[in-house]
């Protein structure tokens, strides 16, 4: 019923930057919030960042502070992920998610998201 639409992956050279962006689509109300996790080969999937619905609470995962930065883009429909000096571990599919359970939480649990995408690849040249 609801869809995620990814965009901004491919193939990315070390040190480059990374926009990856994804909007929700279908029968979806106001009040959620959304996030992205990944996936490296061998490992399992893990959070990246979320954004609270008003955009005005975020978290990100302890591998990548201070590394990405996630944020609302216009009508609250869509979030963004953007790195600005990619490294090799960065490699990954990634994933978007909707959470429908509390406007005000950025959450990193796999299990409270309700809608996923299909993921975009992203891939890392040195």
């Known amino acids: 019923q609801v869809q995620l639409v990814e965009s901004g992956g491919g193939l990315v050279q070390a040190g480059g930057s990374l926009r990856l962006s994804c909007a929700a689509h279908g029968r979806i109300f106001s009040g959620y919030s959304m996030g992205w996790f990944r996936q490296a080969p061998g490992t399992e999937r893990e959070f990246v960042a979320a954004?609270?619905?008003?955009?005005?609470?975020?978290d990100y995962g302890d591998s990548v502070k201070g590394r990405f930065t996630i944020s609302r883009q216009y009508a609250k429909n869509t979030v963004a992920l953007q790195r600005n000096s990619l490294k090799p571990e960065d490699a990954a599919v990634y994933y978007c998610?909707?959470?429908?359970?509390?406007?005000?939480?950025?959450?990193?649990?796999?299990?409270?998201?309700?809608?996923w995408g299909q993921g975009t690849k992203v891939t890392v040249s040195s």
């Open positions: 998610a909707v959470d429908l359970s509390d406007p005000l939480a950025a959450g990193r649990a796999r299990d409270q998201y309700d809608y």
């Open positions: 954004v609270s619905w008003s955009g005005g609470t975020t």
